[in-house]
């Protein structure tokens, strides 16, 4: 304890240990649901760390990119594909994760006060990983990466005045090419991470200010979770962490050994070819859901795309379009019939996003688009009733 | 004096804010260019093509700035059109889906385009006729040279389908 002295003195490491640890309390009453932004965490370090094996073979360079990937590291490099394996499932987990962790919040009204802060960074969060996602799904260079960034940065060819101009800036070619794959190879391995670690710093001290919240939504002292109704986050809370993570890190290796594929779209072992398009084109599943708001609009393309930008950003506003005075979906009857359609349209969402959009399987991505925006905007209408309610009860 | 002191610290803070404005500002504008595209890219000079080589029926493809230009020659069973049309037989279009930007392909027997990506399709003026996309294909800047064909250069036909809006 000597050097523990030594350091304290210095560092106070005792005080923050304190503050941040064993004498920060987490409410009893919170659920196994509560245990996913350790897990986001945990997968964002085994995506760290496969990431930089894949990279020290990795070759940024449009001739040399896809062999690098599917010869080097797949076949050359001694468990080369274990590490690939791993983040590719990774970067799919990843979203798994994140998708419960936001359910989650949403659920039990985490993102209202005083957790806006909290809900804000997690949201920026959630859209620095989805640039994360798409710059790294370029790097392999094969037809499906190719084309995923040609689409999508053709997307901003339709902002008014600037948008031509803007794309070939994006791409620093008429098309995606070698300076596309360059750029946007700093971004996944150097940029875009660096901005998680920051983001998730700020995320983690906001949640800390507060609190957690817990499945009744009712706050709770630190005096009240200290004694009884809370437990500290160190030791009590982790160790149960640890069990939920190694439980969950058996399902995450089993993905990686035995069911990889799910995550390595066939498509993307054949390399990019600039003038032919594969005849069936789709997002990596966790962008589906609002790949078909985009095409669901399928008579106007405009509308579309308003209504695609709209669907990736509007949950950022839930803290200002949910002002209810109850918290937790658990006392508030309606809007959990609301969550669970929400949640059935984003499955409904994510399943069409994968067929081909004609016929009846346009209209119903037409109709699951408007019910996808209807459970944001019948928010302010049930807050409205349920701020009477809460006021007349009393 | 007390006073000064506060005025004179603020007039510093102030100038000391634009300097760094100006820095911040230099930096932002150099970042900004490195993404512009390369001189070589930017150079990509015009590409010449010899049309007279397209069979009746048959559909070529030139490759200009790295983009499919379709050169068709159409047979009389295919949709006709005058405007959008070069020496009354050929559809010069780009290959560029005017909806996302996938890579049509040419359905022989249905004698249209049809995008893989959200199931666009163009008749063989290159006319939007069913799907997402907003508008025909594009016409690339194109000179006619007698038998060929210059890509990338404005030659008075081009101006001219220019003038009445058929190339965007
Ligand atoms: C890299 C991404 C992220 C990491 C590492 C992360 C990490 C964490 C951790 C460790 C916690 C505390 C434990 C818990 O309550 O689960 C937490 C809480 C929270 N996070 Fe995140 N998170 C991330 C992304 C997000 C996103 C995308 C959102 C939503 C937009 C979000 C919203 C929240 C909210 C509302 C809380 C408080 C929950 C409560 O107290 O009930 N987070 N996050
Ligand atoms: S890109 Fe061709 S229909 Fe969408």
Redesign the pocket.
């Known amino acids: 304890m000597k050097f523990m002295d030594w350091l304290d003195e210095r560092l106070a490491v005792r005080q923050l240990i304190k503050v941040m640890l064993t004498e920060y309390y987490?409410p009893k009453n919170?659920n196994f649901?509560?245990?996913?932004?350790?897990?986001?965490?945990l997968v964002?370090a085994i995506l760290v760390v496969s990431g930089i094996f894949v990279l020290m073979y990795y070759k940024p360079d449009a001739n040399l990119a896809f062999d690098s990937v599917n010869k080097t590291i797949m076949m050359d490099v001694e468990y080369g594909w274990l590490f690939r394996h791993t983040h590719a499932v990774g970067a799919s987990i990843?979203f798994l994760v994140?998708f419960v962790?936001?359910a989650?919040?949403?659920y039990?009204g985490?993102?209202k006060a005083p957790?806006e802060i909290?809900?804000?960074?997690?949201?920026?969060?959630?859209?620095?990983?989805s640039a994360t996602a798409f710059t790294g799904y370029l790097l392999p260079w094969g037809q499906m990466s190719y084309w995923a960034a040609q689409t999508i940065t053709t997307l901003f060819e339709k902002i008014p005045f600037i948008g031509p101009d803007l794309v070939i800036w994006i791409r620093g070619n008429y098309i995606v090419e070698d300076a596309t794959l360059t750029r946007f190879f700093a971004l996944h391995v150097v940029f875009l991470p660096l901005l998680?670690i920051v983001?998730?710093a700020i995320?983690?001290y906001?949640?800390r200010i507060?609190?957690?919240?817990?499945e009744d939504g009712i706050e709770l002292t630190k005096e009240e979770k200290k004694h009884g109704k809370g437990i500290p986050f160190w030791p009590v809370f982790m160790a149960k962490e640890f069990f939920v993570m190694s439980v969950f890190l058996i399902f995450f290796f089993y993905l990686v050994f035995y069911q990889y594929k799910f995550a390595m779209d066939p498509i993307n072992f054949t390399p990019a070819n600039y003038l032919q398009t594969p005849t069936h084109i789709y997002p990596e599943w966790y962008f589906l859901a609002f790949y078909e708001v985009l095409r669901g609009f399928f008579f106007s393309q405009n509308l579309g795309l308003i209504a695609f930008v709209l669907s990736m950003f509007i949950?950022?506003f839930?803290p200002w379009l949910d002002t209810s005075p109850i918290k937790s979906g658990k006392y508030r009857p309606i809007y959990k019939i609301l969550f669970w359609i929400f949640i059935a349209d984003f499955v409904f969402l994510t399943i069409l996003g994968k067929l081909p959009p004609t016929g009846l399987y346009a209209w119903l991505g037409f109709a699951g688009s408007l019910v996808f925006f209807a459970f944001f905007l019948a928010l302010p209408i049930l807050s409205k009733i349920e701020k009477k309610k809460v006021a007349g009860g009393r | 004096m007390a006073e000064e002191k506060v005025s004179r610290r603020d007039f510093l803070l102030y100038a000391m804010g634009a300097w760094a404005a100006v820095g911040v500002g230099g930096v932002l504008y150099g970042m900004y260019k490195t993404w512009e595209p390369l001189p070589e890219v930017k150079a990509q000079a015009t590409v010449t093509f010899d049309i007279s080589t397209v069979q009746p029926g048959e559909i070529k493809v030139a490759n200009w700035r790295g983009k499919p230009v379709f050169i068709l020659r159409r047979t009389p069973d295919m949709t006709q059109c005058k405007d959008r049309s070069i020496k009354d037989e050929y559809t010069v279009v780009l290959g560029i889906c005017t909806h996302l930007g996938c890579i049509p392909n040419w359905e022989a027997d249905k004698k249209i385009w049809h995008c893989p990506c959200h199931g666009g399709e163009y008749d063989a003026c290159g006319k939007n006729i069913f799907g997402p996309p907003p508008r025909p294909l594009d016409v690339p800047p194109f000179k006619i040279e007698g038998n060929n064909i210059v890509l990338g250069e404005e030659g008075p036909e081009y101006k001219q389908m220019k003038e009445k809006g058929l190339t965007a």
């Not at chain 1, 649901?33 to 965490?41: I, P, T």
């Not at chain 1, 809900?119 to 620095?128: A, K």
């Not at chain 1, 507060?210 to 817990?214: Q, R, V």
């Open positions: 987490v919170i649901l509560w245990s996913f932004g350790v897990l986001v965490m964002f990843m994140l962790h936001m989650r919040g949403i039990y985490s993102f957790r909290v809900w804000i960074t997690g949201y920026i969060l959630f859209v620095l990983m998680l983001f998730t995320h983690l906001a949640v507060p609190g957690s919240n817990n949950a950022a839930l």
